[in-house]
């Protein structure tokens, strides 16, 4: 942190400087691959893929950011930086925090294991203490609207059950970046409201959130700033509404 | 690179809500490194590796008419195998130990070094999602995985101390066998991490390991004494690093037992050199175990 940083009064949550992600493309490992390593005949590097380059950003504390961008743009792969499960091939990024991601609904529960034991795995899994997790356990289920079903193994469990559950982990425990990656589709309306309300509810706390939504309107709704992903290179950035309607105008633009 | 919008504006800062505190102060750096995970970092991974370990030790008994019953009958049943298999085939000489004394020892150092690498090789496949997608930290996986082999082996590792203590044999040294266990522990861990990280690129290991285990049984002297065997076959047994732990042991727990120094020495060399494999294979592996899983 320190002056180089401060943005008006606010200190940084996220600076990335030259970030690039490369990829192997194929099959990593497989028989043939390792006879014709054997006999020397395969000494070239498998194809690649820049699934990120040269991508610059700073996000600030307290500010709510989406990303936009088609499949394949790289959304995914920084927030797998972002959450700090992979490392990039080039650059430097500084996370501040905490990181609570939402990447997809219902990871890393365990079929046979119980609603209330499978928040506990979750939440300790992400640094956070068992005397917090014990403490927001209500307030979890009660978001989940779970209360009966938390002692029954997940695995019996509906997928909107699964979903709600995975929401309530991702919205409920304090973290100082919130990260949600397609995920409002999975639920229905009345819970994807309160699910956005939530998140909304986040930010005007002063959390950080990043949001990738394929819905405009909640991208809209939801972040202050948005930044335009283009076969992982960052394209635009600036308020919402206006990355957001240079977007679709170019997706429209593509499509004709 | 940025082009076409400019950043915040100073209208909208008033319109924007304050920050929060940090919740939590560290500041995580990512580069193209190598290498990131220090050792520093295991050591405060405690409360999730313990989460962990009971969620793996909890599974097992899931949907179980006899869940922890299967702790005792286990090892009982093993014990009851080997003792027809080997009490069979004749007597075998074990230096003054009784021999249910003598072959629980050997049963459960090595069904705690199976258990673990079945579980602990397997963990981070077993366990991808995590990997992929969270934050958790990957060593946690393979260590959780041989903290829950533990309560299966104090099961049978009692027995073995209570049988000493009956039968009149017991040493004082008994008091030398957390020692004795530690020894074990870093061991595994160390095997358990080279064959976890490995596994998480090549799933050759995923095969190799239940044929290597079974056919390891045969190679330590578990039913069977060291004194009994050719001068061959005894140098081949000797150089499994559980004998020397196995050996150790019963020295530990019998005050007339004399243990092979052979083994011992080889064991204690192989536990050093296999814990610093260990941690340079998985710390190395690590940064990119999300990519290539």
């Known amino acids: 942190m320190g002056a180089l940083h401060e943005h008006?009064?606010?200190?940084?949550?996220?600076?990335?400087?030259?970030?690039?992600?490369?990829?192997?493309?194929?099959?990593?490992e497989n028989l043939r691959r390792t006879l014709r390593k054997l006999t020397r005949r395969d000494t070239a590097r498998p194809p690649g893929l820049e699934a990120l380059s040269d991508v610059d950003f700073t996000i600030w504390r307290g500010e709510a950011v989406a990303f936009l961008g088609t499949n394949g743009s790289g959304k995914s792969t920084l927030l797998q930086l972002l959450t700090g499960t992979t490392l990039p091939t080039r650059g430097v990024m500084q996370v501040h925090g905490r990181v609570l991601p939402l990447l997809a609904v219902g990871l890393g529960f365990h079929p046979e294991l119980t609603g209330h034991e499978n928040v506990l795995l979750f939440a300790s899994s992400l640094g956070i203490d068992r005397a917090t997790i014990e403490a927001r356990m209500d307030d979890v289920t009660a978001f989940a609207e779970l209360d009966r079903h938390m002692d029954t193994p997940v695995k019996r469990y509906s997928s909107g059950m699964v979903s709600r559950l995975s929401f309530a982990i991702a919205v409920q425990f304090p973290a100082d970046i919130y990260i949600f990656d397609e995920v409002l589709a999975v639920v229905d309306g009345e819970f994807q409201e309160r699910c956005l309300a939530e998140i909304k509810r986040l930010h005007a706390g002063g959390r950080t959130v990043i949001f990738v939504s394929h819905h405009h309107h909640q991208v809209i709704d939801v972040c202050e700033r948005a930044l335009w992903l283009d076969r992982g290179r960052l394209v635009a950035e600036g308020p919402a509404g206006e990355v957001t309607a240079a977007y679709e105008q170019a997706l429209h633009a593509s499509a004709a | 690179m940025t082009q076409g919008y400019s950043t915040t504006s100073a209208t909208e800062t008033s319109t924007t809500p304050a920050f929060a505190p940090l919740v939590d102060p560290t500041v995580r750096t990512a580069t193209p490194a190598k290498r990131r995970l220090r050792v520093r970092d295991v050591l405060t991974q405690g409360p999730i590796i313990s989460v962990l370990a009971s969620r793996d030790f909890k599974v097992k008994y899931k949907q179980s008419l006899l869940g922890p019953v299967w702790l005792v009958f286990q090892p009982v049943a093993l014990l009851v195998a080997f003792l027809v298999a080997f009490r069979g085939l004749g007597k075998v000489a074990t230096s003054g130990v009784p021999y249910v004394v003598f072959t629980l020892?050997?049963?459960?150092?090595?069904?705690?070094?199976?258990?673990?690498?079945?579980?602990?090789?397997?963990?981070?496949?077993?366990?991808?999602?995590?990997?992929?997608?969270?934050?958790?930290?990957?060593?946690?996986?393979?260590?959780a995985g041989v903290i829950a082999s533990l309560p299966a082996f104090v099961v049978t590792a009692l027995a073995a101390v209570v049988g000493a203590a009956v039968t009149g044999v017991l040493s004082v040294r008994v008091l030398l066998l957390p020692f004795g266990l530690l020894w074990l522990l870093i061991l595994t861990l160390g095997a358990v991490g080279i064959a976890a990280s490995l596994a998480v690129r090549y799933r050759d290991v995923i095969q190799a390991l239940p044929f290597l285990l079974s056919v390891g049984v045969f190679f330590a002297p578990i039913g069977y004494s060291l004194a009994g065997l050719s001068p061959f076959m005894r140098t081949v047994v000797e150089l499994n690093p559980i004998t020397g732990i196995i050996e150790a042991w019963r020295w530990m727990l019998v005050a007339s037992y004399r243990p092979s120094m052979t083994a011992v020495t080889v064991s204690l060399v192989v536990t050093v050199v296999v814990a610093i494999i260990g941690w340079r294979v998985f710390s190395g592996r690590e940064p990119t175990m999300a990519d290539v899983i």
């Open chain 2, 105 to 143: 020892v050997g049963l459960s150092a090595w069904t705690f070094f199976q258990a673990s690498m079945t579980i602990g090789s397997s963990s981070l496949l077993t366990n991808a999602t995590f990997v992929r997608y969270t934050p958790c930290p990957r060593s946690a996986f393979p260590i």
């Open chain 1, 8 to 28: 008006g009064d606010r200190p940084v949550a996220v600076t990335a400087a030259g970030i690039g992600k490369h990829y192997d493309l194929g099959e990593l």
